[in-house]
């Protein structure tokens, strides 16, 4: 079966620098979450999309940006990066946003600020 | 607002013994419960979750749960343990029409010994 697609995998950045995190979801899921898991900590939620707009918000810096795309895809775009903004970045996917939809995630992006 | 204690950052077993995870959650509403496993260097799969009616699940891999509203606890249970259980272990609550983001415990994790 399908699963949630994350690129890169892997992403080396020096401070200051832009990245972005790509993130496909199952076919015919309409809810991206985007999560952030720091070195041995839980993750955090970021932000969420449902049907292209943005449904709810967490601990998201202003400088992190993210959109859905018409084709369920998203992107999570950061700026001036910190040394901080190391971590795992989980993107999951489902179906709705409302009830107890299962949240299938991808295997992360790791990205390391040098 | 809702939170999940995992009590244990670490739990240790031998191989057979009976594995008890231990996750009280926090929440003002019906609260939906989740517990997820993740192996080095992948991402999060979920082992089973609780929305409504019968309180005693069952997942994948054995693992069963059990949701107590009185003691505000959904512990996680696998009688016998495997050594490929040895993973990291989290907790999670999400609330209807919230967004459906997922609160996470601190995660614990899982030895098992030959």
């Known amino acids: 079966a399908a699963g949630v697609i994350q690129s890169p995998r892997h992403l080396i950045k020096e401070k200051r620098e832009t990245a972005t995190l790509k993130c496909y979801p199952i076919?015919?899921?309409?809810?991206v979450y985007w999560y952030q898991q720091g070195p041995g900590q839980d993750p955090q939620f970021l932000i969420s999309?449902?049907?292209?707009?943005?449904?709810d918000k967490g601990s998201i810096p202003d400088r992190f940006s993210a959109q859905q795309f018409s084709d369920y895809h998203s992107e999570l775009n950061m700026s001036s990066l910190e040394l901080g903004d190391s971590a795992l970045y989980f993107c999951?996917?489902?179906?709705?946003?409302?009830?107890?939809?299962?949240?299938?995630f991808g295997p992360g992006t790791r990205l390391t600020v040098t | 607002a809702q939170s999940v204690t995992q009590l244990g950052s670490h739990v240790s077993v031998s191989e057979g013994a009976l594995v008890l995870l231990r996750c009280n959650y926090s929440?003002?509403?019906?609260?939906?419960l989740f517990w997820y496993v993740q192996y080095p260097n992948q991402g999060l799969q979920l082992l089973l979750k609780?929305?409504?009616?019968?309180?005693l699940v069952k997942g994948i891999n054995g693992f069963e749960a059990e949701f107590k509203k009185s003691e505000t606890s959904f512990h996680l249970t696998k009688p016998s343990a495997h050594m490929s259980d040895a993973a990291e272990y989290f907790c999670?609550?999400?609330?209807?029409?919230?967004?459906?983001?997922?609160?996470f415990g601190q995660g614990t994790e899982l030895s098992v010994k030959p």
């Open positions: 076919p015919r899921h309409d809810t």
């Open positions: 929440s003002s509403v019906p609260p939906y």
């Open positions: 999670a609550v999400s609330v209807y029409n919230q967004g459906g983001k997922l609160i």
């Open positions: 999951a996917s489902s179906l709705g946003d409302r009830g107890p939809y299962e949240q299938y």
């Open positions: 999309f449902y049907e292209k707009m943005q449904s």
């Open positions: 609780y929305t409504t009616g019968a309180t």
